[in-house]
């Protein structure tokens, strides 16, 4: 019989990982229209980086967490990634060049890297599946909410504020969140409070079935930071407009498709989306086609947000790795590699756009149609696996 160990771990701590990664998302994407700010402040377009510089260090950092045994403290790693969240944004709101500013990006993101995996982790209840799996989607939709709104806000304040006191605000934030969970940490300890180690949650899957669910996870990065850096370049270069409307533009484009994934889950719809996957996404390829038309400015926004309600029936919040840890083993693994895929895609998107928007806009294009097409059928097997 396996011998089940205990071990000492606060009672609820759910609210305050998933706050923090709604923070972690917002500051990472929050720069996402202010190109033309940040390159004129530091007198340089290597600007541009800052969305990869945080995220492909960070991809790193959240996969190396592969190597944690399972017994780790996994509660430590989480706070450590919140004090270094904490130190990066607040010392990046005081940096005067760009390579400063890059560089505080790329050591907050190896520093924060352990948060996603280990918020997962904490958020597990051993024999608890379904509220286990539920903590783990609220942290998914919280990372999901500082993607959609952090753009949106960050270029509606930065008028107001300006970006370094936004930045600074997010590090106080971080701040008390961090002074928070040190103390409920503390309490927990002195109360005793115990629960069993960490153990699988989900059913077996067969290999090919984790890569399609790899890949589904990584293209969806690839695709949300590559249409954010689309949609910035087309309307300025189309349509002339300022980075407020670029972010309002953002923000018509991420809210329908974040909207119809938290009805989705929360109506369990998703055996009948299934359904119509291929044509609600074709609605996004059909968006990208005619938006290479010279077309009004309010249709082409009205095209944004058809092609984020299309996108957004294949859920693309990675929902799928929360089902692949398989019995026998520890979910430490899978978690880490999931969260590592994700954010890889998300630093290698920007890159990728920003080469062929150098080249064609055609080109920029016609690669996000491909790549929803590519999305479309793996969508269909990586729903086989959570069916």
């Not at 004129?40 to 600007?47: E, L, N, P």
């Not at 010392?91 to 993101?109: E, H, N």
């Not at 189309?238 to 018509?252: C, K, N, P, R, V």
């Not at 092609?307 to 693309?316: A, K």
């Amino acid at each position: 019989m396996q011998h089940e160990r205990k071990k000492q771990v606060p009672q609820s701590p759910d609210v305050i990982p998933g706050i923090a990664c709604m923070l972690l998302m917002f500051q990472a994407y929050l720069v996402a229209p202010l190109s033309a700010t940040l390159a004129q402040d530091f007198r340089s377009s290597m600007v541009n980086l800052a969305i990869p510089a945080f995220a492909i260090p960070f991809a790193i950092s959240a996969a190396g967490m592969v190597l944690l045994k399972p017994d780790a403290d996994l509660r430590k790693h989480f706070l450590y990634s919140l004090a270094a969240l904490c130190i990066g944004t607040c010392v990046l709101s005081f940096t005067t060049s760009a390579v400063v500013f890059l560089m505080i990006r790329a050591l907050t993101g190896l520093g924060t890297g352990a948060m996603l995996p280990s918020a997962l982790l904490l958020a597990i209840r051993p024999h608890e599946r379904k509220r286990s799996l539920n903590a783990m989607v609220l942290i998914i939709f919280a990372l999901a909410t500082g993607m959609t709104f952090g753009p949106s806000i960050g270029g509606w304040l930065n008028g107001l504020i300006g970006w370094r006191n936004l930045f600074l605000s997010i590090g106080m934030l971080a701040a008390t969140l961090s002074l928070s969970y040190f103390l409920k940490d503390r309490w927990g300890r002195q109360a005793g409070l115990v629960l069993l180690e960490i153990k699988p949650i989900s059913r077996p899957a067969s290999d090919w079935k984790r890569r399609y669910t790899y890949g589904f996870v990584y293209l969806t990065g690839v695709f949300h930071s590559g249409v954010f850096v689309w949609i910035t370049y087309y309307f300025t270069a189309q349509y002339g407009l300022d980075e407020f409307h670029i972010a309002t533009d953002l923000f018509i484009f991420g809210l329908p498709g974040f909207i119809v994934a938290i009805l989705m889950f929360r109506y369990q719809l998703d055996k009948k989306v299934i359904t119509i996957l291929y044509a609600a996404l074709g609605l996004t390829i059909a968006g990208l086609l005619v938006l290479m038309g010279n077309l009004p400015l309010w249709l082409a926004e009205c095209l944004l947000g058809i092609m984020s309600l299309g996108f957004g029936c294949s859920q693309p919040l990675f929902i799928g790795i929360l089902q692949i840890p398989r019995a026998g083993l520890s979910p430490i693994g899978p978690l880490a590699k999931g969260s590592g895929l994700l954010f890889a895609g998300y630093g290698s998107g920007p890159l990728i756009l920003f080469a062929l928007l150098s080249f064609n806009l055609t080109a920029a294009m016609a690669f996000l149609a491909i790549l929803v097409a590519i999305l479309a059928y793996i969508s269909r097997r990586v729903w086989s696996v959570s069916s």
